[in-house]
């Protein structure tokens, strides 16, 4: 298929790109820098300007929308104008060009209100109790794709949780990077189970779903490992296969939501080129269970993790150690 990839600069992104031309597509990304995927025809702009999102989409059989505005704290209107006003522009030129099948990228945070989730689906997205403007402008996002799915404009919507692996900045990094600093905390006794997803796994989860949708659209299907871990033993693991210490850093869970809070209310008001070190959503996250069953997923795309976490681990031993 001639496929169109938008936010391939990014590490799914890109890893996207260099699958699908593995796998003889023809590939078209749209990103504001080049997405470094060799054998793409990359056209450099933003989601949110129709002409270059047209472009983009000549030609193109399928849409995997990735491009995102990803950040803990930020104005609001840079979120509302990309992750909400670029899924618009996205869709409508899509429509327009008769583009048959949209894969939309969006999160778990869309559903997430602050309580455990245990073994649930993918619930439904909420921007009214959606934890951030990244979240809140996700869903608001992830209902503008589904709301556009017919028979003639299949969308299937994904939700990686927590991806990690060599080269992501979002997750890994900051994990390893806060460990060597001894500022990656554990809150409370971090036995709380999460699900997370390899990197590889998600990239080829993505290319099931363009396989997939034809058959099975007008959803949302949260894709993760399968693999629930306690969260402190995942975060010390990864810790330690990028060459860092095991976090010792120890908080209650009840001081750090407070802290999140204030960091939330006070981060904004500061010049900051950085995340924050912590804000309330993040303090949930490490601090609530939050695993999915996983059913509806393998049915659906017709696909299962090939990469273990043990596996995961040891690979990203080895990308760090080299």
């Excluded at 470094?36 to 059989?61: K, N, Q, Y």
């Excluded at 209902?143 to 927590?162: E, G, K, N, Q, T």
């Excluded at 750090?256 to 204030?262: D, E």
């Excluded at 795309?301 to 043990?310: D, H, I, Q, T």
Aim: glycine letters at 10%.
């Amino acid at each position: 298929m001639r496929i169109t990839v938008t936010g391939a600069s990014g590490l799914l992104g890109s890893s996207v790109a260099r699958a699908l031309i593995a796998a003889g597509h023809e590939v078209t990304t749209l990103q504001r820098r080049p997405s470094g995927a060799e054998g793409a025809r990359d056209v450099i702009g933003s989601v949110t300007d129709p002409s270059t999102v047209t472009e983009a989409l000549t030609g193109a059989e399928a849409v995997v929308h990735l491009a995102a505005k990803v950040s803990m704290m930020g104005d609001p209107k840079d979120f509302e104008a990309v992750n909400i006003g670029g899924t618009r522009t996205l869709v409508e030129a899509a429509q327009a060009a008769g583009v048959p099948r949209l894969i939309h990228i969006s999160s778990p945070s869309v559903a997430h209100t602050g309580e455990s989730i245990i073994g649930e689906g993918a619930g439904p997205a909420s921007p009214d109790h959606a934890r951030g403007e990244y979240a809140r402008t996700k869903a608001a996002g992830e209902f503008i794709a589904l709301a556009a799915d017919s028979a003639d404009f299949r969308v299937l919507v994904l939700r990686p949780h927590l991806m990690w692996g060599p080269g992501d900045a979002q997750l890994t990094e900051r994990v390893i990077d806060r460990a060597r600093s001894g500022r990656m905390p554990v809150l409370g006794s971090g036995a709380a189970l999460v699900d997370t997803l390899f990197v590889d796994n998600a990239v080829e989860a993505i290319v099931a779903a363009l396989d997939a949708v034809d058959a099975k659209h007008g959803e949302a299907l949260v894709v993760t490992n399968g693999q629930p871990r306690p969260i402190g033993e995942l975060m010390s693991r990864i810790a330690i296969a990028g060459g860092a210490s095991e976090p010792k850093l120890r908080i209650p869970v009840a001081p750090a939501l407070a802290a999140g809070s204030v960091v939330e209310k006070v981060w904004d008001l500061g010049e900051h080129d950085d995340e924050p070190p912590l804000t309330r959503f993040l303090a949930e996250q490490l601090s609530t269970a939050h695993w999915f069953d996983q059913r509806r997923t393998h049915e659906v795309l017709g696909w299962r993790p090939r990469v273990s976490v043990e596996e995961g681990l040891e690979i990203l031993a080895q990308h760090y150690s080299a």
